[in-house]
């Protein structure tokens, strides 16, 4: 099971504070990192106008993030720019919900033989059929089990285990519930990653605050998924020596 921490787009255009997540994210036991890239027209909206990061950004968190032997992801919503990011030499693209039914967008993606990871969260399960049916054994792709809700009874955890059934897929999960606790519970579904939003521990407002844990939270986040993730273990049951009597007896 990977852990996948995401910056998303709250390093508000900011290289330092990026720095400042990586940074916080590497002393952890996470696989990889993310940032979200918009289309054009959405940097041009008012209250995101000066949240872009410059290529010559990425290339660097790159190379910060390969020396912790981590992965470094990009959330695309711009096909045009896939070129770039490949120039970079980024390690996964990560598709979001709205663009589940963009094929020539994921075909173009699939073409770089990078892993792509696909949100589901705006999809009808139509939507996730056919799309499922169009890329069945591409081994390049993983779904992604998410709800576009803050609301704990929206989450439906059991929906990771009938994604599995769609498909020979791997499937991951990613909350958008305010209840953190939503992200631990995942585990038992054992979904193949785990994607978590994060938010450095400022006083100002972050796209994604609402459903991120905090940065000075992020390490022990990881270690409790890890931990619990190997309390699951297989389906077998095994005899061991009484340790319990022992312990007591000291």
Known sequence: MNIVFEIGLNHMGRESYSHKYVDGFLSSRCDGITYQVREKSFYENESFKNSELSFNHYSNILEKVHAKGKQLGIALADENLIDEFEKIGVDFYKVLSWDLINYKFIDKLLKTDKPIYVSTGMSSIEEIIDFCKKYDG?????????????????????????????????????????????????????????????????????????????????????????????????????????????????
């Open 138 to 250: 591409n081994k390049n792709i993983t779904l992604i089990h998410t709800q576009l809700s803050f609301d704990v009874e929206d989450v439906h955890l059991k929906a990771i285990s009938y994604l599995k059934e769609l498909s020979s897929f791997p499937v991951g999960f990613l909350s958008h519930c305010k209840n953190p606790m939503v992200i631990y519970s995942s585990v038992s579904f054992e979904p193949s990653d785990i994607f978590i939003y994060v938010t450095a521990d400022e006083e100002k407002k972050h796209p994604d605050e609402y459903h991120s844990i905090k940065l000075t939270d992020a390490s022990q986040f990881v270690n409790n998924i890890k931990d619990l993730n190997l309390a699951i273990g297989r389906k077998t049951k095994i005899k061991m020596e009484n340790i319990l009597d022992k312990e007591n007896l000291k």
